[in-house]
């Protein structure tokens, strides 16, 4: 969960009170955080969000506007979202960069003289942003400059690696791209986010003058704000137009609370995006949704009107319209995480406070037991702990790249996913289909461990059943892996018959073919004629997207 610091000075200011920490400890629930750390000397506050749907609040800025919002009953408005015409600043897009990095969010803030706390808490939130929210920069990357020093329209294209020269951030002479990408030390860190492609994304402007290598560094004449500088051009680059589009959103209603006027830009390009080819950003992305009162008052057990819902809603930021039995509800420009109506009915009640709901006892008495599955489960565990394996407990949320790309299951019939819509992290947008990528992924992480390394885990995987309610299926299964110097199909093979002997379940294996294993080195795990999973050597290619260095051998297969 994101961890920021925050000053108490400073969120004295944003919230136009002075606040204590007795206050500030009160108030997290409204945010979803806890406090974890206040130093009396600097009053820096730690604080841990509990919320990865809500970038929006991991910044003072948005724990200020929050609370804000809360204890004044209402929402500051930001006119920028709704104005009309086209503006005159411009960002040109240019062709060919929907092959590597194409969408781009900008805005001008004016008005507002950089503090040193100010310049911080920028900082810390773009770092935030783009290393959470952006999967490390690869979604998401942010970049502040010097207005005043930038004559538009600026350009966004690409260029060939040789082709131009810059001094970027933390350096005193001139480089070019391919010197940032293997001298700096965030060109080596970021280098892999561009690997593959021969020319460069590069924002530059009328003059010339370049402003950064995006996602990489900035450039050190305009790209170095300083306290004091009251004009600024806040930049966002990506992979995802919604996800650049909110990111901006969030940065530029921080500034905004803070007292700066926000210009938009107009952003223009080549080729059609989810917005159209020219964008005015920040843009307001939200769309209006009916929700039921009747599915609120379910969710949280009482009875409520719909004018306290509204009321309470509005109260959180939302833009309400009633009618007896429904509402139509909008969330603000800034925020991009209501998904279910469950979202909402969380809302009122955060709102509205935990502790102002009556509990009710259970009216009858149960006693509780293991199912037979997680009875099996449990008989799993023990014998493959006692056969010399490590359990292992992983997400079960991950990206396509692990489930599909590094198993070599892209365009077969294996790669079919249970993907989550409307996904803030691509890191997480996948449920796993199997265990085996999981332990994959242990294993390369373990290289220096001594060998030979037997890693186990027994949990839930999803695979896609149009013909289920839900539209799939979750499944209990249980997987294992061996890898050292000598680790083959036999080795494996002779703990999978052990485990199987011991639960006193009767199995064949049948030989095929799988783009997950090496030929003839793969079977098919059938349970009373049915197939339930596989066993056999990964195959090279495997391991190499893997970095594991080692043969690895290794079995799934379902306990249901």
Same mark, same amino acid.
């Given at each position: 969960?994101?961890?920021?610091?925050?000053?108490?000075?400073?969120?004295?200011?944003?919230?136009?009170?002075?606040?204590?920490?007795?206050?500030?400890?009160?108030?997290?629930?409204?945010?979803?955080?806890?406090?974890?750390?206040?130093?009396?000397?600097?009053?820096?506050?730690?604080?841990?969000?509990?919320?990865?749907?809500?970038?929006?609040?991991?910044?003072?800025?948005?724990?200020?506007?929050?609370?804000?919002?809360?204890?004044?009953?209402?929402?500051?408005?930001?006119?920028?979202?709704?104005?009309?015409?086209?503006?005159?600043?411009?960002?040109?897009?240019?062709?060919?960069?929907?092959?590597?990095?194409?969408?781009?969010?900008?805005?001008?803030?004016?008005?507002?003289?950089?503090?040193?706390?100010?310049?911080?808490?920028?900082?810390?939130?773009?770092?935030?942003?783009?290393?959470?929210?952006?999967?490390?920069?690869?979604?998401?990357?942010?970049?502040?400059?010097?207005?005043?020093?930038?004559?538009?329209?600026?350009?966004?294209?690409?260029?060939?690696?040789?082709?131009?020269?810059?001094?970027?951030?933390?350096?005193?002479?001139?480089?070019?791209?391919?010197?940032?990408?293997?001298?700096?030390?965030?060109?080596?860190?970021?280098?892999?986010?561009?690997?593959?492609?021969?020319?460069?994304?590069?924002?530059?402007?009328?003059?010339?003058?370049?402003?950064?290598?995006?996602?990489?560094?900035?450039?050190?004449?305009?790209?170095?704000?300083?306290?004091?500088?009251?004009?600024?051009?806040?930049?966002?680059?990506?992979?995802?137009?919604?996800?650049?589009?909110?990111?901006?959103?969030?940065?530029?209603?921080?500034?905004?609370?803070?007292?700066?006027?926000?210009?938009?830009?107009?952003?223009?390009?080549?080729?059609?995006?989810?917005?159209?080819?020219?964008?005015?950003?920040?843009?307001?992305?939200?769309?209006?949704?009916?929700?039921?009162?009747?599915?609120?008052?379910?969710?949280?057990?009482?009875?409520?009107?719909?004018?306290?819902?509204?009321?309470?809603?509005?109260?959180?930021?939302?833009?309400?319209?009633?009618?007896?039995?429904?509402?139509?509800?909008?969330?603000?420009?800034?925020?991009?995480?209501?998904?279910?109506?469950?979202?909402?009915?969380?809302?009122?009640?955060?709102?509205?406070?935990?502790?102002?709901?009556?509990?009710?006892?259970?009216?009858?008495?149960?006693?509780?037991?293991?199912?037979?599955?997680?009875?099996?489960?449990?008989?799993?565990?023990?014998?493959?702990?006692?056969?010399?394996?490590?359990?292992?407990?992983?997400?079960?949320?991950?990206?396509?790249?692990?489930?599909?790309?590094?198993?070599?299951?892209?365009?077969?019939?294996?790669?079919?996913?249970?993907?989550?819509?409307?996904?803030?992290?691509?890191?997480?947008?996948?449920?796993?289909?199997?265990?085996?990528?999981?332990?994959?992924?242990?294993?390369?992480?373990?290289?220096?461990?001594?060998?030979?390394?037997?890693?186990?885990?027994?949990?839930?995987?999803?695979?896609?059943?149009?013909?289920?309610?839900?539209?799939?299926?979750?499944?209990?299964?249980?997987?294992?892996?061996?890898?050292?110097?000598?680790?083959?199909?036999?080795?494996?093979?002779?703990?999978?018959?052990?485990?199987?002997? &011991?639960?006193?379940?009767? &199995?064949?294996?049948?030989?095929?073919?799988?783009?997950? &294993?090496?030929?003839?080195?793969?079977?098919?795990?059938?349970?009373?004629?049915?197939?339930?999973?596989?066993?056999?050597?990964?195959?090279?290619?495997?391991?190499?997207?893997?970095?594991?260095?080692?043969?690895?051998?290794?079995?799934?297969?379902?306990?249901?």
């Amino acid at each position: 969960m994101p961890t920021i610091s925050i000053f108490q000075h400073d969120l004295s200011h944003l919230l136009g009170r002075t606040v204590s920490p007795a206050h500030i400890e009160e108030w997290m629930p409204l945010v979803k955080g806890e406090v974890k750390d206040v130093s009396q000397e600097t009053g820096e506050i730690r604080v841990e969000l509990q919320d990865t749907n809500r970038p929006d609040l991991w910044c003072v800025e948005g724990i200020a506007r929050q609370i804000r919002s809360v204890l004044n009953r209402s929402q500051a408005s930001y006119p920028y979202y709704t104005s009309r015409g086209h503006t005159k600043r411009r960002i040109q897009v240019l062709q060919g960069m929907e092959t590597v990095r194409p969408f781009v969010a900008a805005c001008a803030a004016s008005g507002y003289e950089m503090s040193e706390v100010a310049l911080e808490q920028c900082i810390q939130t773009q770092e935030k942003l783009a290393d959470t929210f952006g999967r490390k920069r690869e979604t998401v990357s942010i970049g502040l400059y010097r207005l005043a020093s930038i004559k538009f329209p600026v350009t966004y294209g690409l260029v060939k690696p040789q082709e131009a020269r810059f001094t970027p951030l933390g350096f005193d002479e001139k480089m070019t791209l391919q010197e940032i990408l293997t001298l700096h030390p965030k060109g080596m860190e970021y280098a892999g986010i561009l690997s593959g492609h021969d020319r460069l994304p590069l924002l530059w402007d009328a003059d010339g003058q370049v402003l950064s290598f995006p996602p990489i560094i900035n450039s050190r004449e305009l790209g170095e704000v300083k306290v004091g500088d009251t004009e600024l051009l806040v930049e966002v680059t990506g992979t995802d137009l919604t996800m650049v589009v909110l990111a901006l959103n969030i940065f530029a209603t921080n500034l905004a609370d803070r007292g700066a006027t926000i210009q938009p830009l107009d952003i223009s390009y080549p080729y059609e995006t989810p917005f159209g080819s020219t964008v005015k950003t920040p843009l307001d992305m939200g769309q209006a949704h009916r929700i039921s009162l009747h599915a609120i008052e379910q969710a949280l057990g009482v009875s409520l009107e719909a004018k306290s819902v509204s009321e309470a809603l509005t109260a959180y930021g939302y833009q309400v319209k009633t009618t007896r039995q429904s509402l139509s509800v909008r969330i603000p420009p800034y925020r991009n995480d209501l998904m279910h109506v469950m979202d909402v009915a969380e809302d009122v009640a955060i709102t509205q406070g935990y502790d102002s709901f009556t509990p009710i006892m259970p009216q009858s008495f149960t006693v509780g037991g293991l199912t037979v599955q997680e009875s099996t489960s449990d008989q799993i565990r023990d014998l493959m702990v006692g056969f010399g394996f490590q359990e292992m407990f992983s997400n079960i949320l991950s990206s396509r790249q692990e489930w599909v790309d590094r198993m070599r299951i892209a365009g077969t019939a294996y790669e079919r996913l249970v993907e989550v819509a409307n996904v803030m992290s691509l890191s997480y947008s996948c449920l796993r289909p199997s265990i085996l990528p999981c332990l994959l992924r242990v294993e390369a992480l373990s290289p220096r461990s001594f060998y030979p390394h037997l890693l186990f885990e027994v949990g839930e995987v999803a695979r896609l059943d149009r013909e289920a309610d839900l539209g799939s299926q979750t499944l209990m299964s249980v997987a294992a892996i061996n890898a050292h110097p000598g680790a083959n199909f036999s080795e494996i093979h002779s703990y999978l018959d052990l485990l199987m002997y &011991y639960m006193g379940w009767s &199995y064949e294996l049948e030989p095929v073919s799988h783009p997950s &294993y090496l030929d003839g080195r793969v079977g098919q795990i059938r349970v009373k004629g049915q197939p339930v999973g596989f066993i056999g050597e990964f195959h090279p290619e495997v391991l190499e997207a893997w970095q594991i260095n080692m043969p690895t051998s290794g079995f799934e297969f379902q306990i249901d």
